[in-house]
């Protein structure tokens, strides 16, 4: 089974995904890795707004499905229960949209709680300096631009806006409803 979720930053993708991964065995696939290596390789500083920018470079240059040919190759050999997470174009997930397996789930959260998430975790060295104008420029992206359109096509979605606990009940929930359904 593969589960793709998309939402904007700090909607809770990732702790979804870690809770996926330690009370599932699922593993764990970051639309973003390959951007990320790409980024060591050349020595550049690992913010999210160099990978935006690679990102939309390679887009811009003809490499639209890039991002989905590593996902493909990926899922050949991935464990059965899969989880990826940040999706941000629908040609990210075009070799796998089809399958019966799939299942993409939106997450979303009130911006205000997104905005402390991300400062609180600090992933990259801005998300601690975020005000709401910054969140909001981020969220206008180019790279994100797409992430509302897909949002609507999602069967299920997560709104996460309480604890911890619930949202482990909320996953939970929703892995037994795929699970019935596959």
């Known amino acids: 089974?593969?589960?793709?979720?998309?939402?904007?930053?700090?909607?809770?993708?990732?702790?979804?995904?870690?809770?996926?991964r330690k009370k599932f065995d699922?593993?764990?696939?970051?639309m973003s890795d390959p951007l990320w290596k790409i980024l060591k390789a050349l020595q550049?500083?690992?913010?999210r707004e160099h990978v935006a920018a690679l990102s939309l470079s390679i887009k811009q240059n003809g490499g639209e499905y890039f991002l989905a040919e590593a996902l493909r190759l990926h899922v050949a050999?991935?464990?059965?229960?899969?989880?990826?997470?940040?999706?941000?174009r629908l040609a990210d997930i075009a070799p796998i949209r089809s399958r019966p397996d799939f299942h993409l789930v939106g997450v979303q959260a009130p911006f205000t709680m997104r905005l402390e998430r991300l400062r609180r975790r600090r992933r990259d060295p801005?998300?601690?300096?975020?005000?709401p104008k910054?969140?909001?420029?981020?969220?206008?992206?180019?790279?994100?631009?797409?992430?509302?359109?897909?949002?609507?096509?999602?069967?299920?979605?997560?709104?996460?806006?309480?604890?911890?606990q619930h949202l482990?009940?909320?996953?939970?929930?929703?892995?037994?409803?795929?699970?019935?359904k596959t």
């Open 1 to 20: 089974m593969i589960l793709g979720l998309i939402g904007l930053p700090g909607t809770g993708k990732g702790t979804i995904a870690e809770i996926l």
């Open 26 to 30: 699922a593993e764990v696939y970051l």
């Open 44 to 47: 550049l500083e690992p913010t």
């Open 77 to 88: 050999t991935a464990k059965p229960l899969l989880v990826i997470d940040g999706i941000r």
């Open 126 to 131: 801005m998300e601690g300096r975020l005000t």
């Open 134 to 164: 910054t969140l909001h420029q981020q969220d206008m992206h180019p790279n994100e631009s797409e992430v509302p359109t897909l949002l609507s096509k999602c069967a299920y979605t997560i709104l996460n806006n309480d604890t911890r």
């Open 168 to 180: 482990e009940n909320l996953v939970s929930h929703y892995l037994k409803t795929f699970q019935q």
